[in-house]
């Protein structure tokens, strides 16, 4: 199935036509009015030169000057082998479209809201038929039907047309279009956008990213530039506020030689208040402190990850060569 990008708007279309694979790109008047285009044949020529096929509009109100309007346009510098006139139906449009598909030029018939108006299309030779299924639904006519009807005259009596799927809203309208098989379909870019957006899709991707970081990255790649210590000879009170400076929900404990003899942590400072605010003052060296739980800056953040939930601690020392270079936070695994 074709895919078109439904707009005229300069910055979309750039964007739509970095994914590398539309067909093509359909465009009307009003989306050019509604994007302050005033040079309609500098716009024209400004999108053929960035997109592979594009589909403009050719307005008469006679055949002769809808096929006049169409080489005029050509004349300007377009490809014939790559522009497709917009024709909207009706019988003088179904004339000048076998005109032009004669002429070995493409025809996209629009505006069609009944099996009829498209029956006269694919008759005439248009190399597309398009049904304006967001428009019709707005009115309460049953679109799908309609399309479907289409698609299944063409496979029937088989029409060289392709049946377009346009007036896109949603993204349920693609999946209408791919179940009923029609050929070719022009979405706006901001559905288009949406076309691979899942749930579980983001979830299971997230995973991969996650586990991935867990066996490639390294504790000293991941860890915070900053190493929170405190001296020994600080009272508590002191030392919370550097805690609170780092950033951090521990501190590394240190003597005049930058040795670290333990670690201090939140948990540590709850279980202390209960003796009063009078452990304030007390100094960092008067508290006793365990081993402290630490490891080395080389070590992959899968060991890091393994270590932070057997150990069931927030926060753990790194050290290079057996020296205290900072600490890792169970946030930085993410």
Known sequence: MELYLDSANLAEIEEGFKLGF?????????????????????????????????????????????????????????????????????LEGVRACKILTSEGLMVNVHLVYTIQQAYMAMQAGATYVCPLVGRLQDQGHDALGLV??????????????????????????????????????????????????????????????????LMTVRVKDAMRNVNPTVSQDLSLGEALLKMTEYGFGAVSVVDANDNVIGVFTDGDLRRSLAEGASILSKKMSDFEYSEPISIESDALLYDANDLLHASKVDTILVTENGKSIGMFDIQDIK
């Open 22 to 90: 539309l067909t093509g790109l359909t465009t009307t008047p009003t989306f050019m009015h509604r994007d302050g285009v005033k040079d309609i044949d500098g716009m024209i020529l400004k999108l053929a030169d960035m997109v592979p096929i594009l589909q403009i509009e050719a307005l008469g109100e006679t055949a002769e000057e809808i096929v006049a309007e169409a080489h005029r346009q050509l004349e300007m510098g377009l490809d014939p082998k790559k522009t497709v006139f917009k024709i909207p139906v009706s």
């Open 148 to 213: 479907q009807d289409c698609v299944e005259a063409v496979n029937y009596y088989g029409y060289n047309t392709k049946i377009m799927f346009s007036s896109v809203r949603n993204v349920e309208h693609i999946k209408n279009a791919i179940q009923i098989g029609v050929h070719t379909i022009t979405v706006p870019l901001g559905i288009m956008k949406k076309l691979t957006d899942n749930h579980f899709t983001q979830l299971g991707t997230d995973q991969f990213f996650e586990h991935t970081r």
